[in-house]
């Protein structure tokens, strides 16, 4: 009878309703990569089979992370961060048989009998457990805040960033160099960190930025020749914001995605029955085979999913009694949001084209394994803490 008791209780500790949206997740997306091979571009590979089983594989990561406690994820967060950063630089300067060019970029290793890793997609989430541990370190060894103080925290957590930031802009790779800058941002904001130093630092930073597109747009030969920013990402801005005058070159993916979307209208034209062939379906487009096939309403479901994903991870970062496990949940929140907003927004050409996946949808080993890893860790805050809804804020800061 106790070890029944014992099983119920473990049963309650478990994330069930995480649970259930990976599933969903899962089968939408065989779903989407089973009707996005149907068009024969890809030389008969069945990707849905192998996305199944990087879910298989995904699923043992969270089995094996739900058991770390937040005690021991903080010891193993700078050992991961190092870890990570030994990976990006082996990618780097490995020969190009073992870590070969791919669209321009040298970001993967190839590995026989597996396939392709990229090291960056489970650099991102190390990175979210460094730069908790960072925060928390910080507020235990100063308790009473200061600008002083406040800005020493910033730089820690700029230099944290930076690092695996700069070896990323090496490969090249912007697409994850943006989503770095999206899991800074977010944990910067809940840090604690006064707004008299976050403001000016933001505004300048968005100052910048704007001055940057000033360029591209009026003089790229002065970001080709100072900043040796390359003649295909100026594309991206060009194709982006007149995508049918570059039909042919660089836009030829968004103008194929946005013939794909919009025919599929409210309703779409059902499994299996898309007509428009978009390149790269299965991976980066994988929105586009979802709106041509079930439409908005289908569209529409995917990003509520979205929506209710992020909102469980807001509910479970709000319930746990950790601020280290808060900052995890954060740092893992704004790197989700951040690609959900991008790869969707991409695809209708509300933001440039970047190759970034749609989290738990989109074709890919890595990535997949990268964002199981970041549900492992949510699993492992739900599972280790209970909610604490009628303690007192003096109990819950003890």
């Not at 990976?22 to 571009?41: E, H, K, P, V, W």
């Not at 406040?150 to 960033?161: E, Q, R």
């Amino acid at each position: 009878m106790k070890s029944l008791e014992k099983y119920i209780k473990k049963s309650d500790r478990f994330d069930w309703s995480l649970t259930l949206l990976l599933f969903l997740f899962f089968l939408i997306s065989c779903a989407a990569i089973y009707s996005a091979q149907s068009t024969g571009q890809y030389a008969g590979r069945n990707f849905m089979l192998m996305q199944a089983v990087w879910y298989v594989v995904g699923a043992i990561i969270i089995s094996i992370t739900i058991f770390f406690d937040s005690f021991q994820l903080k010891k193993l967060s700078w050992i991961l961060y190092g870890f990570g950063l030994f990976l990006l630089i082996a990618v780097y300067i490995a020969p190009e048989s073992i870590a070969p060019y791919r669209n321009g970029a040298k970001s993967w290793f190839v590995i026989p009998g597996i396939g392709q890793i990229q090291p960056s997609e489970f650099v991102k989430v190390f990175l979210i457990l460094a730069l908790s541990r960072v925060i928390t370190s910080h507020h235990e060894k100063y308790i009473v805040k200061s600008f002083k103080t406040d800005f020493a925290l910033l730089l820690k957590l700029g230099f944290t960033a930076f690092v695996p930031f700069a070896l990323i802009m090496l490969q090249p790779d912007l697409g994850t160099g943006l989503v770095i800058l999206s899991i800074v941002t977010g944990v910067i904001l809940v840090s604690g960190i006064s707004w008299r130093i976050i403001l000016p630092i933001y505004g300048a930073g968005a100052s910048i930025g704007g001055f940057i597109i000033y360029l591209v747009l009026v003089r790229p030969d002065l970001l080709e020749k100072y900043l040796h920013v390359q003649t295909y990402q100026f594309n991206r801005i060009y194709s982006w914001l007149d995508p049918y005058t570059y039909a042919s070159g660089s836009s030829y993916h968004l103008v194929k995605s946005l013939s794909a979307i919009g025919s599929g209208m409210i309703s779409g034209k059902g499994f299996r029955h898309g007509e428009v062939y978009v390149p790269e379906a299965h991976t980066d487009f994988i929105f586009s085979v979802i709106g041509e096939e079930y439409g908005f309403i289908g569209g529409s479901i995917v990003i509520s999913l979205f929506f209710l994903l992020i909102y469980h991870l807001i509910k479970t970062a709000l319930e746990t009694n950790d601020s280290f496990n808060t900052y995890i949940c954060t740092g893992i929140i704004s790197m989700i949001t951040f690609h959900v907003f991008q790869n969707i927004g991409m695809t209708i050409q509300v933001l440039p084209i970047t190759g970034i996946p749609l989290p738990f949808i989109s074709y890919g080993g890595s990535s997949l394994m990268g964002n199981m890893f970041a549900m492992g860790l949510v699993y492992s805050i739900h599972y280790h803490h209970q909610n604490y809804m009628f303690s007192s804020k003096k109990s819950m800061s003890a």
